[in-house]
């Protein structure tokens, strides 16, 4: 029960059921879909950019609260940062989830999105935390490779 | 009578197990059977000239008689035994749909089909230019006459038909369906893989032409099905795997298969899921189908009037109690079922969530998924109780949150 009011806490709660990032950007440089087909959980996000720097992410879909929340909380993490602090946080977050980044000095640059560490006790769940972030993922490989075309 | 008793895992924890719909539990009495099997009569049926592979091959043969009388088929060949349900639609699929439909021709299925009694007939539907017709649920939940009579027509050549709904619970009136496809000169198929761990199927009665159902949801091991099929049917298909003892006579450039069971069943077969199965069937039927019936009914009744209480529910779920059995479907309104799940899991209560298999029906429903509470006899009240009591937990903790 400890592990789940950790997870199901009043950030996580209010960002899954009230993200104001839930919205269509009407104009956007990249568009993904991401989706777990077992649970159903599907998104969609886009991705404004200014130079080199994220100016703008939303996304739309639907899925559980851990899913929902954690779009949500990285899509405020990432707004205003380049596109690589932004590879850098999504690597980072990745490799907490997984356990192989404890370092809390390094985690900082995860801002909310650290609320996430503990889901590993929940090996049920890892995927739906993950869900953005490797959907992000493909978006910034994706414009990578565009740059060296 | 505690029937948890027989039930290790049961015992061994302190789980609400409310998923029975995916997979039974197992009785001490089918577990043994298996060891059992291992410790005295290990070997590969139908190929040694000794007498332990002529004991294996015994029990084996025996068993496949055993569940001949179990759903009253005529013949014992009847009964060929697969790795899972699946297996067995895939077989029928490949060995009757491929062979048997040409442009044109129709297949009709249910809505609430599973997966494994779906996919396998698109692809049918689109290597033969069959169409693929769908019969719909009203609003109960369940497929009306009227439905069935428009949609199965003088062009359908396969019906396939679930005989409980694993999403809903509904029990369709297969018998009914039957009749009208046999009129319109269409064969049946009857999954029953969610009916027979509840009920007593009689495959003459039914005048079904093929039916399949899965071992492990009738508490034998995970990994063994069986298809039974109308031999007349049977004998006119070709073999859908091929290899090992589904042979007769093996030249360099032809092959003449193996009479009736065997044609069907290549390769050395999963005989310890064959010996779970008959020990299974003995348990089910020392219990009795009508003590069992009436355990569940107490405990699905109990569980229906339960959850009605619960307004932030919402329920899928026929109103007529007599077509409805041991599933039941259901939303906190506002709340992902995952997350249902996740924090029932933390009480130690396991359901079910997600689209259970079963997409089509979730789409016509107009939802992604549910969480889904399934009970087998060795359920109680209690269990009920710590269901219902896990679901209040789960609604407090999103109340405030719940954007209407
Ligand atoms: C109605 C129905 N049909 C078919 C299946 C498939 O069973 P299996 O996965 O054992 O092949 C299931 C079980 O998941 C089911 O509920």
Known sequence: ?149 | MNLKQDFPLLQNSKITYLDSGATSQKPLQVIHAVQEFYEKYNANPHRGAYTLSMEATEIYENTRQKIAHFINSKHTEEIIFSKNATEALNLLAYSYGMENLKNGDEIVLSIMEHHSNLVPWQKVSKVTGANLKYMYIGSDFEIADEEIETKITDQTKIVGITHVSNVLGTINNVKKIIKHAHKKGAVVIVDASQSIPHMKIDVQDLDCDFLVFSGHKMLAPLGIGVLYGKRELLNQMNPFLMGGDMIEYVYEQETTFAPLPNKFEAGTQNVEGVIGLGAAIDYIEKIGYDTIQEIEKEIVSYARQELSKLDYLTLYLTPNEANHSGVISFNIKGVHPHDVASILDSQNVCIRSGNHCAQPLMRFLGIDSTCRASFYFYNDKEDVDRLVWALKKAYEMFKKYITK
Request: with cysteine; charged share 30%; glycine share 4%.
């Open chain 1, 1 to 149: 029960m400890d592990d789940l009011n950790d997870i199901y806490n009043d950030l996580i709660m209010e960002h899954s059921m009230n993200s104001c990032h839930k919205k269509k950007l009407g104009k956007c440089d990249f568009c993904q879909m991401g989706h777990n087909p077992n649970c159903g959980d599907e998104i969609s996000l886009e991705i404004k950019l200014n130079g080199n720097v994220i100016e703008n992410l939303a996304f739309t879909g639907h899925g559980c609260a851990i899913s929902q929340a954690s779009t949500s909380i990285m899509i405020d993490t990432l707004i205003g940062k380049s596109i690589e602090e932004a590879k850098e946080i999504v690597q980072t977050f990745i490799e907490m989830i997984k356990r192989e980044e404890t370092n809390e000095e390094n985690l900082k640059k995860l801002e909310d999105a650290i609320a996430f560490r503990n889901i590993c006790n929940m090996p049920a769940r890892v995927k739906c935390a993950l869900l953005a972030w490797h959907t992000i993922e493909d978006i910034l490989k994706e414009k990578e490779a565009k740059n060296e075309k």
